[in-house]
């Protein structure tokens, strides 16, 4: 199968993967810089009107920014979806001729400084449809950047002051995918926010109402975004090193394996654990293959596997999505067996009410809890043309907690990350390769 190669180099494997049972979580607010929360993740692509409308069409996202040929750009069309805190960015390159021809530096016309069109081109095409950066909101992104540097973080795009009012610097996180920090020149609290200048990025434009869907489907924030790789020691000692994000969660096969395959997961998590980075690499010496190793034959290379975006009724959310399903939306992994409902009650009926239990089961709804709190959680199936990235909806119930201006918030990852339903998940992967198996044998005899 070729070098497996997740990107990073000259890192020792100081980290040791000890399970679920033998974990112990602990917070020693160690990050080397602040780290607000996630800020967008940006998709590259090879036409980002379609991949931004049919995700904003899927998901209940209007697309409420732009920054293309109308705007001045003539070197990428990028088109941003928004819900609530969550951001969506799909790129695509522009003909390169278009912008020499006028004999301007194109990257003078760019809205994003570290755009490259050869390099979008190589991703489109190695990748397919995939996210290109992990964008963090940090106090100051210059000093992010350096630090990381100092720290063995490798560099991928200097600090650039845009306009101004914002800076941006990338570092290099696994794959090809990058880790954006986002900093601002005006604080939160002095924002114009009628302005993508001060909640988003500069040299972006309002669309006009006419040019989005009235769309909203209770989406509100990113929770978590995770990474497949091939070896996970390396990456996980390489990204602690450099931000000094603390070990949050730790699963491994025996967790969360079914009898035929597995994975071993790691989340890192910056102090306020907002930024949630899960990690998982796959098993072997399984009946089947693991889905992670799946994912990084059909991605070359490493990457992210999966959103998971927090709804803020996902009762709500998932009623709208399937209506959208069979005309351009999202389609979503088969349920678990009514077994699974059946023994439902049992576990979060002191949380859930029969009815609500009842929907988890009509919508195909999964529910977890840990000694915290409650997640509910439903998979999508892979949304491009290869078997690698999907999205996660899911809702945390519980652990409210006020902060020291008296306002009420949510800890971070409430509820745990679905320890109790990866099986499900793997079940419903592994019936979704056999499928595709089948599918692609038949096609083959009749060829």
């Known amino acids: 199968m070729g070098k497996q190669n997740d990107g990073v180099t000259n890192v020792s494997d100081d980290f040791k993967l000890v399970g679920f049972s033998n974990f112990v979580g602990s917070n020693p607010r160690s990050d080397r810089f602040p780290a607000r929360h996630f800020h967008h993740v940006e998709f590259w692509c090879t036409d980002a009107t379609s991949a931004s409308r049919r995700f904003s069409w899927g998901l209940g996202m209007p697309v409420v920014a732009k920054s293309d040929l109308s705007t001045g750009n003539a070197t990428h069309a990028s088109y941003l979806c928004r819900s609530g805190d969550l951001c969506l960015l799909f790129t695509a390159p522009y003909s390169p001729s278009i912008a020499t021809s006028d004999g301007i530096e194109p990257s003078s016309m760019a809205s994003l400084p570290s755009f490259s069109y050869s390099a979008c081109v190589a991703f489109a095409t190695k990748h397919g449809l995939g996210v290109r950066a992990i964008a963090v909101e940090v106090e100051d992104a210059a000093a992010a950047f350096h630090i990381s540097i100092t720290h063995g973080a490798r560099p991928v795009s200097p600090p650039v002051v845009l306009d101004c009012a914002a800076t941006v610097a990338e570092v290099?996180?696994?794959?090809?995918?990058?880790?954006?920090?986002?900093?601002?020149?005006?604080?939160?609290?002095?924002?114009?926010?009628?302005?993508?200048?001060?909640?988003?990025?500069?040299?972006?434009?309002?669309?006009?109402?006419?040019?989005?869907?009235?769309?909203?489907?209770?989406?509100?924030?990113?929770?978590?975004?995770?990474?497949?790789?091939?070896?996970?020691?390396?990456?996980?000692?390489?990204?602690?090193?450099?931000?000094?994000?603390?070990?949050?969660?730790?699963?491994?096969?025996?967790?969360?394996?079914?009898?035929?395959?597995?994975?071993?997961?790691?989340?890192?998590?910056?102090?306020?654990?907002?930024?949630?980075?899960?990690?998982?690499?796959?098993?072997?010496?399984?009946?089947?293959?693991?889905?992670?190793?799946?994912?990084?034959?059909?991605?070359?290379?490493?990457?992210?596997?999966?959103?998971?975006?927090?709804?803020?009724?996902?009762?709500?959310?998932?009623?709208?999505?399937?209506?959208?399903?069979?005309?351009?939306?999202?389609?979503?992994?088969?349920?678990?067996?009514?077994?699974?409902?059946?023994?439902?009650?049992?576990?979060?009926?002191?949380?859930?009410?029969?009815?609500?239990?009842?929907?988890?089961?009509?919508?195909?709804?999964?529910?977890?809890?840990?000694?915290?709190?409650?997640?509910?959680?439903?998979?999508?199936?892979?949304?491009?043309?290869?078997?690698?990235?999907?999205?996660?909806?899911?809702?945390?119930?519980?652990?409210?907690?006020?902060?020291?201006?008296?306002?009420?918030?949510?800890?971070?990852?409430?509820?745990?990350?679905?320890?109790?339903?990866?099986?499900?998940?793997?079940?419903?992967?592994?019936e979704y390769e056999k499928t595709l198996d089948a599918q692609r044998v038949a096609a083959l005899a009749s060829a």
């Open 172 to 430: 290099h996180l696994y794959g090809d995918v990058v880790l954006r920090y986002v900093s601002y020149k005006t604080p939160a609290s002095n924002r114009n926010n009628s302005s993508p200048d001060s909640w988003f990025l500069p040299r972006f434009k309002l669309l006009d109402e006419v040019s989005s869907f009235p769309l909203d489907f209770g989406i509100r924030r990113l929770d978590h975004a995770v990474g497949s790789v091939h070896k996970l020691s390396p990456v996980v000692s390489y990204l602690k090193r450099f931000t000094g994000f603390h070990e949050f969660a730790e699963f491994t096969k025996d967790d969360i394996g079914t009898d035929e395959s597995g994975l071993n997961s790691v989340t890192l998590a910056n102090n306020d654990e907002t930024v949630l980075l899960p990690m998982t690499e796959p098993v072997f010496g399984t009946k089947r293959r693991s889905p992670i190793q799946t994912y990084l034959e059909h991605n070359e290379g490493p990457g992210v596997q999966h959103l998971a975006l927090m709804s803020e009724d996902i009762f709500w959310t998932l009623k709208e999505m399937r209506k959208q399903s069979a005309v351009g939306g999202f389609e979503f992994m088969p349920p678990p067996p009514p077994t699974y409902y059946r023994n439902l009650k049992g576990r979060v009926g002191d949380v859930l009410t029969d009815e609500q239990i009842k929907e988890c089961e009509e919508l195909g709804i999964m529910v977890d809890r840990d000694d915290e709190g409650t997640l509910l959680q439903i998979f999508t199936k892979p949304v491009g043309d290869r078997p690698t990235i999907f999205i996660e909806i899911i809702q945390r119930v519980g652990c409210t907690l006020t902060d020291d201006h008296g306002k009420l918030y949510q800890k971070g990852a409430c509820g745990g990350f679905g320890k109790g339903n990866f099986s499900e998940l793997f079940k419903s992967l592994e």
